[in-house]
């Protein structure tokens, strides 16, 4: 039997990982805003505009526009940025457990987000100084659960896949990862994280 590889690199989503985001809420205060029901506001913010937000073909001024024209009312930035972004709380538990990591493996980000995303959640989390690298989809013109996301992501961390372990909480984007040797986690929360980390050797 072949020995099973050291784990060089970590690879972790973003959202329900490092913060959570809570789009029912999201859904419910864009709505509020727009005169609508959450679920009608949920209906016309889902589909193609989101992923060409998350593919970077939409800037920031592109997304306020995109998502106002489908909730039909027009919110300056100033307004917009901050509601947009209003569903996030940052995952305390977790963050000394990635802290842990850093130095002792490659520590690499691999997220679906837009622009103001990540312009907002930058600031308030401090850990993601201390990766290796950050493959944010809006900046590398590919999604999860695409090949290429994952391959730049190896490509960063310097690594076979069956040396990188990698973190979501959704099983499709797991099983994606799976798909090309990497030793995919499906993300819960930082207790089973820690066992996760553990069976890995970290």
Avoid at 69 to 74: P, R
Avoid at 81 to 101: I, K, M, N, Q, Y
Avoid at 133 to 161: D, Q
Wanted: a negative charge; one cysteine or more.
């Amino acid at each position: 039997m072949s020995a099973v590889p050291t784990v060089k690199a970590v690879l972790l989503d973003l959202g329900n990982v490092l913060v959570f985001h809570d789009n029912a809420l999201l859904f419910a205060r864009l709505a509020a805003r727009a005169g609508l029901e959450p679920q009608e506001a949920a209906r016309r913010l889902t589909g193609a505009g989101w992923t060409a937000a998350n593919r970077g073909l939409l800037d920031a001024e592109g997304i306020r526009k995109d998502v106002c024209g489908a909730l039909g009312v027009d919110l300056p930035m100033e307004e917009f940025a901050p509601l947009w972004s209003s569903h996030f709380t940052v995952h305390d538990a977790v963050l000394p457990r990635v802290e842990g990591l850093a130095g002792r493996v490659k520590l690499v980000l691999v997220s679906n987000t837009n622009a103001l995303h990540v312009a907002y959640l930058k600031p308030l989390l401090p850990v993601l100084q201390r990766f290796d690298a950050r493959v944010m989809s809006c900046e590398v013109g590919h999604v999860k659960p695409e090949p290429a996301i994952y391959r730049l992501a190896l490509e960063k961390a310097g690594c076979a896949p069956g040396e990188a372990a990698f973190f979501d909480d959704l099983p499709e984007f797991v099983d994606a990862a799976r798909a090309l040797g990497i030793r995919g986690h499906v993300f819960t929360d930082a207790p089973t994280f820690d066992s996760q980390l553990k069976s890995l050797g970290l």
